[in-house]
C-alpha cells in the first residue's frame, strides 16, 4: 500500500501535474528566451515530457476506477487532474515570468 492508499491513483495525478508545470516551464522559456529550432522544441515538450506525463496510464486508471463501480471517484479523478495538471502548466509559465528580467 502507497504512502496515500491505493483508492486513488495519485502517483499518475502527481506526475501529469508536474508533468505539465514543466511544460509551462519549457514552453515559456523557449518562447521568451529561446531561440530552439520546432523540432527540438516537439522533442522536448510532446516526446519526452508527453511521455513522461503518462496520459495512457492515466486513462487506463479512470476506466478501472469506473470499472470497479467507482464512477464519481473516476469522475474526480479525471477533473481534479485535468484542472490541477492545466494550473500547473500556468504556474510554470509564471514562474519563468517572474525569472525573466
Known amino acids: 500500500m502507497g504512502l496515500f492508499g491505493t483508492a486513488f ?8 501535474v508536474m508533468g ?7 514552453v515559456e522559456w523557449l518562447a521568451l528566451r529561446g531561440s530552439a529550432p520546432q523540432d527540438l522544441r516537439l522533442f522536448l515538450t510532446t516526446g519526452i515530457l ?5 496520459f495512457s496510464t492515466f486513462s487506463l486508471d479512470a476506466a478501472v476506477l469506473y470499472e470497479r463501480g467507482q464512477p464519481g471517484l473516476a469522475l474526480v479523478y479525471v477533473v ?3 484542472v490541477v495538471a492545466i494550473g500547473g502548466l500556468f504556474l510554470g509559465m509564471y514562474v519563468v515570468r517572474l525569472a525573466t528580467p
Do not use: C, D, L, Y
Open 9 to 16: 491513483p495519485w502517483g499518475i495525478f502527481a506526475i501529469n
Open 20 to 26: 505539465s508545470a514543466a511544460m509551462g516551464v519549457i
Open 50 to 54: 508527453g511521455g513522461f506525463t503518462t
Open 80 to 82: 481534479a487532474s485535468a
